[in-house]
Nanobody
Framework: QVQLVESGGGLVQAGGSLRLSCAAS????????MGWFRQAPGKEREFVAA????????YYADSVKGRFTISKGNAKLTLYLQMNSLGPEDTAVYYC?????????????????WGQGTQVTVSS
């Protein structure tokens, strides 16, 4: 059984930073691309960032480009999202996702596995 478990969310003041983690288990994810999505209250889930299977290619939503960094751990079983210069507009539940293909993707339907999410709240 595949499991993706996010952690690292919390409450932070505007301008602060958080680092989200996503631990993958149940399969060998070394050849999988992974991504982060988020869902703010009353809004649809949206793409945040994606990384290809070996970490050599990344892709970001315009809203987070230059502030967020996606990366994989050395064993490629852990996904990270370093979030800097956070603002209230970044408040959302953040989800990690994995897809069989090794290439980056920005659409929800392209992902095969999802975590349960971790809440990030940014106060102004």
């Amino acid at each position: 059984q595949v499991q993706l478990v996010e952690s690292g969310g919390g409450l932070v003041q505007a301008g602060g930073s958080l680092r989200l983690s996503c631990a993958a288990s149940g399969r060998t994810f070394t050849n999988y691309a992974m991504g982060w999505f988020r869902q703010a209250p009353g809004k649809e889930r949206e793409f945040v960032a994606a990384i290809n299977w070996n970490g050599g290619n990344t892709y970001y939503a315009d809203s987070v480009k230059g502030r967020f960094t996606i990366s994989k751990g050395n064993a490629k079983l852990t996904l990270y999202l370093q979030m800097n210069s956070l603002g209230p507009e970044d408040t959302a539940v953040y989800y990690c996702a994995a897809r069989y293909s090794g290439a980056v993707a920005a659409r929800e339907y392209e992902y095969d596995y999802w975590g349960q999410g971790t809440q990030v709240t940014v106060s102004s």
